[in-house]
């Protein structure tokens, strides 16, 4: 197993914007994630972070540059291999849930395994498993309605670990939450990601819970920073 969960090497991304012109959003980036880092990703609005946690999450393409997850060089493979990697490498959380309303919590979590080949009996006990790590075990077979922002955002923390990646990406996900939640469901995170030993990058606005990571990554004018060293990786 690769302890290096996430590297990204000369990244450069620019779009056209037809009449308006070119912009460069990334620019020479560089980042290395190791199994059981949690790092924070502070940029201004419009700064790339959407683009970085995209390409970085095999859901976009560098102009230039290296992705490797996991260990595997994916840069210029074909949409299938890449889409392998993401199911079985990569767990997204974003700033709302996107939990399915029809089914539990516990199904939530059981659908992205037997979509990656695991069977009902295993995915369901691994669903209890995650839903106890983040204290949610009494709720298994609420659906999402019936939880609150923070238990909904709980389980999609569980959904995104299903498959056991080496690698989370999440998008301000305790965004939409008051401040008592957000520290809970902060906390929770942090207790899947210490249990399972994956690498984390979380893209957040909020300054003091960025402090409580690993380290702080700044991403602005195109090139990311990390406080009190030259480079990110
Ligand atoms: N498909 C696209 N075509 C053209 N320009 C784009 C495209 N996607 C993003 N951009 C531009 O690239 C820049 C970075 O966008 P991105 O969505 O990555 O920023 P962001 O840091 O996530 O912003 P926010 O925090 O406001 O969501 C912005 O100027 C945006 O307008």
Known sequence: MSETALSLSGIEK?????????????????????????????????????????????????????????????????????????????????????????????????LPQLANGAAWAEAEARAKELLGTVGMDHRADHRPSALSGGEQQRVAFCRALANAPALLLADEPTGNLDPTTSDTVFAALMSLVRETGLAALIATHNLELASRMDRVLHLDGGRLTERGRSGAS
């Not at 779009?15 to 949690?38: C, F, I, M, P, Q």
């Not at 201004?44 to 996991?70: N, Q, R, W, Y």
Request: aromatic fraction near 6%.
């Open 14 to 110: 620019t779009y056209n914007r037809g009449k308006t012109g070119a912009v460069h959003v990334l620019s020479g980036v560089d980042l290395t994630l190791k199994r059981g880092e949690v790092v924070a990703l502070v940029a201004p609005s419009g700064a790339g972070k959407s683009t970085l946690l995209h390409i970085a999450g095999l859901l976009d393409t560098p102009d230039e540059g290296h992705v490797s997850v996991a260990g595997q060089e994916l840069t210029g493979t074909g949409d299938a291999r890449r889409t392998a990697a993401r199911r079985a490498e990569i767990g997204f959380v974003y700033q709302f849930h996107h939990l399915l309303p029809e089914f539990t919590a516990a199904e939530n979590i059981v």
